[in-house]
């Protein structure tokens, strides 16, 4: 899953950014229990719209 969040982003920004952005929000995360969750923090975080 992890891998598809910095695919698509890494497309947007610099990698190293998405590693740090990731990071962060693993950081944040203690337990997801839905993945869209994640997936909306992650879009809050980076600015990224969830729809393709």
Known sequence: ???G???VL???MPI???ELIV???LEDVVAVPNPD???LEVA???GCSLSS
């Open 44 to 46: 809050i975080k980076t």
């Open 10 to 12: 890494s497309r947007r």
């Open 5 to 7: 969040i910095s695919g």
């Open 37 to 39: 969750d994640l997936a």
């Open 1 to 3: 899953m992890f891998e």
């Open 23 to 25: 990071r962060d929000i």
């Open 16 to 18: 190293n950014q998405v």
